[in-house]
């Protein structure tokens, strides 16, 4: 795939429509948090205001049966879009159905269902930055070595597209040897046992590919307790600001930042769009950004790091 460059909050690049004083849309968030969730949701709420729509927000709270009540109270209500950022891929493919079958237009932030017609997702360009991540690794390795992959949970479209990513880079460093591939489902102690368990078992291993950042932080724990940092390099995927002291201080060579109040804008964007009949794209990709010490405190200059 291409490489992701990079790309400003403020380029709001999304199709645009002539949203009306009356149009509303409704939009379920996975769960609150105070970090990249919550900056998806404060995306949107930026962008409707600037667009002087409605926009109706819920929490579904991490449960897939309290996201169906949302979608189906918001189709209830005729909001003339509905945005979801999916608690579960397949739990919400009813919903999806409703929505279509009620011919109102339903678009997903960040991850898709695995059903139904959604009109459009908005989300990083996760097989790019997969990708740029594994470029990453490999040229701090050198170009060659064994590395180990802990992956999320590949039934989720993101953590398969970043895993699609690395093995696509991986296919083109022919001095780069896969040691171990290690399916973590995004938790901490599970990444941080396997990566553990694979330096212990290969005293080869020089790099280590974590996908998110519960993963990132298991990954970096992983390490220490194998002895092995300052000889392992670890890339990762997610900021916070500890993740970002972490790149400061060398414990993690470098990790890719996705821009969710990025995606919640372009969201609104799009969904506002599709209400007034502008042809929508079936995918937005929004860059990942590549952070380095390097890079570090421009990065931090030019973004708004949330905890």
Avoid at 97 to 108: G, K, Q, R
């Amino acid at each position: 795939p291409p490489a992701a460059g990079q790309e400003s909050v403020d380029d709001l690049s999304a199709p645009r429509g002539r949203a009306t004083e009356s149009t509303t849309i409704g939009f379920s968030n996975v769960y609150p948090d105070e970090g990249f969730v919550s900056d998806i949701e404060e995306g949107a709420r930026e962008a409707a205001a600037a667009a002087g729509v409605e926009l109706l927000v819920e929490t579904a709270w991490g449960s897939a049966g309290t996201q169906e009540s949302q979608v189906a109270a918001f189709i209830e209500q005729g909001v003339d879009a509905i945005i979801i950022t999916p608690v579960d891929p397949d739990a919400i493919v009813a919903s999806v159905e409703a929505a279509n079958v009620a011919d109102i237009p339903i678009l997903a932030v960040d991850r898709t269902a695995n059903g139904g017609e959604v009109t459009s997702l908005i989300a990083t360009d996760n097989e790019a930055a997969g990708w740029l991540a594994g470029e990453a690794l490999f040229d701090l390795m050198g170009g060659s070595g064994r590395v180990v992959e802990i992956q999320g949970d590949m039934a989720v479209s993101s953590a398969s597209q970043r895993s699609e990513g690395f093995q696509a880079a991986l296919g083109s460093a022919p001095g780069i040897i896969l040691a171990a591939q290690a399916p973590a489902y995004s938790d901490y102690g599970l990444a941080y046992r396997s990566t553990q368990q694979a330096l212990d078992e290969d005293p080869d291993i020089g790099g280590v590919f974590a996908s998110n950042l519960d993963m990132l932080y298991g990954a970096v724990e992983g390490v220490a307790a194998a002895n092995r940092q300052g000889q392992v390099r670890v890339v990762g995927f997610d900021v916070d600001p500890v993740i970002l002291d972490m790149v400061r201080d060398g414990s993690i060579d470098a990790t890719m930042a996705q821009q969710p109040r990025l995606m919640g804008q372009k969201a609104v964007e799009a969904a506002i769009a599709a209400t007034t009949g502008v042809s929508v794209e079936a995918f937005i990709p929004v860059d990942a950004i590549i952070v380095t010490a390097e890079d570090l405190d421009r990065f931090l200059a030019s973004e708004e790091v949330t905890a």
